[in-house]
């Protein structure tokens, strides 16, 4: 099992050879039914969570193959949407087309939802990175710098599935904190599960650290590992109540004696969780 991915990591190493490879999908953000799934999802959990309105401003990390959860949310009312990635994996001809279907959802779920700001937020999308008629759309990639958004200038951060991607945790969560304006609110969902590295959704934890170099390569991002309290604590850190949290704990992954030498002193919380969704207020 481990094979795969240790040759997919060292080829990485050889120059030109990343060039050639077929580029990657995320999946998910490339259907319109998930993305407007993914927005309710986090909308729900922000209003049990003490959101009281739709945000006007919004920040989305890691879209992925498409900006549709970001649409989804202009269509329910927000005008400001940034989207930041590392890949560029979206591109204008596949958002209008996941717009044109997240359009139709939309107005069967609320038919209150206007011709005239679907014509809109459509003209966004088709002229990223200004402001058309009140509607702002922004795709940010790669996003290294803290200051491509101002400080104090967001409403609302949401991710999904991205978090334990995110190479940079640190700086990550620093940023998230900056740009949020104060009393705004975040929702993120992670998924510790090993992402086809591993049989086991934890097994991951049990390589030793040469290997999980040679596994990582020299690819943008593939998972940090990082456990859930690591992201509970950079929230604390960084400023953010913890408004609530859901966890998966699960008991079939690896046992603790097979963790690798760097995960032996993990908490048995964090080896059975297997995702993590959190919402957060800025204080
Ligand atoms: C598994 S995909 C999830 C995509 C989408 N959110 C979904 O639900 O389908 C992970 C995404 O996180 C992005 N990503 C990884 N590291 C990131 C970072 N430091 N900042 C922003 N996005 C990042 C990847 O490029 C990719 O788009």
């Not at 011709?115 to 940010?140: F, H, K, L, Q, W």
């Not at 334990?164 to 998230?176: F, G, I, N, W």
């Not at 950079?234 to 913890?242: A, P, S, V």
């Amino acid at each position: 099992m481990v094979i795969k991915p240790v040759v997919k990591g060292l080829l990485t190493f050889i120059p030109g050879v990343s060039r050639i490879l077929p580029k990657g999908r995320t999946g998910g953000t490339n259907r319109a039914s998930y993305c407007l799934e993914v927005w309710l999802k986090h909308l729900a959990l922000l209003r049990a969570s003490g959101m009281r309105a739709i945000p006007r401003t919004l920040a989305e990390l890691g879209p992925g193959d498409s900006i549709g959860v970001g649409l989804a949310a202009l269509l329910s009312g927000v005008d400001r949407y940034y989207a930041l990635d590392v890949v560029r994996f979206s591109n204008t001809v596949a958002n209008l087309a996941i717009f044109d279907e997240l359009a139709a959802l939309s107005k069967a779920r609320d038919p209150s939802v206007s011709d005239e700001r679907i014509a809109r937020i459509r003209g966004a999308i088709a002229s990223p990175g200004s402001e058309r008629d009140g509607v702002t759309i922004e795709y940010m990639v790669p996003w290294s710098d803290i200051r491509v958004l101002e400080p104090e200038s967001i409403d609302v951060i949401i991710s999904h599935a991205v978090l334990e991607h995110v190479v940079d945790l640190e700086s990550t969560y620093r940023a998230l904190a900056l740009w949020l304006k104060p009393g705004g609110m975040m929702s993120h969902q992670m998924d510790f599960t090993s992402h086809r590295i591993a049989e086991k959704w934890n097994g991951y934890r049990a390589y030793p650290e040469f290997l999980w170099k040679a596994i990582v390569g020299r690819r943008t991002y593939l998972i940090n590992r990082q456990p859930c309290s690591v992201h509970l604590d950079l929230l604390e850190k960084n400023g953010f109540e913890i408004v609530s949290t859901k966890r998966v704990v699960r008991t079939d992954g690896i046992r603790r004696s097979q963790l690798a030498r760097r995960w032996r002193s993990i908490s048995d919380e964090d080896l059975a969780c297997s995702d993590l969704t959190v919402q957060a207020r800025k204080r």
